[in-house]
């Protein structure tokens, strides 16, 4: 069973910063896949970024040039790095670990970007 924590989120103005993370609770070296994904209220969960264990990224069209995925395997934790943040990316963001062919989730974190 692997658990997710994220942290980082909250309330910011527009055009400014922010930096996601997620801790899992064992190695994610071997894991197939990581990302993140958002949820604002009243639409579908949508893909925001997600790095294969070959590194390969994957963002959604509405963060590219913006959002940066990273992951650090010493320290077991996934990285959403996030500049010239819009009111538009306002929604709870939820970090997603592939592991075989099991999905988990973490219980999210909410960011609100003010215009």
């Known amino acids: 069973q692997v658990q997710l924590v994220e942290s980082g989120g909250g309330l910011v103005q527009a055009g400014g910063s922010l930096r996601l993370s997620c801790a899992a609770s064992?190695?994610?070296?071997?894991?197939?896949?990581m990302g993140w994904y958002r949820q604002a209220p009243g639409k579908q969960r949508e893909l925001v970024a997600e790095r294969s264990s070959l590194g390969i990224t994957n963002y959604g069209d509405s963060v590219k040039g913006r959002f940066t995925i990273s992951r650090d395997n010493a320290k077991n934790t996934m990285y959403l790095q996030m500049n010239s943040l819009k009111p538009e990316d306002t929604a709870v963001y939820y970090c997603n670990a592939l592991v075989l062919t099991h999905n988990y989730w973490g219980q999210g974190t909410q960011v609100t970007v003010s215009s």
């Open positions: 064992t190695t994610i070296f071997s894991f197939n896949r």
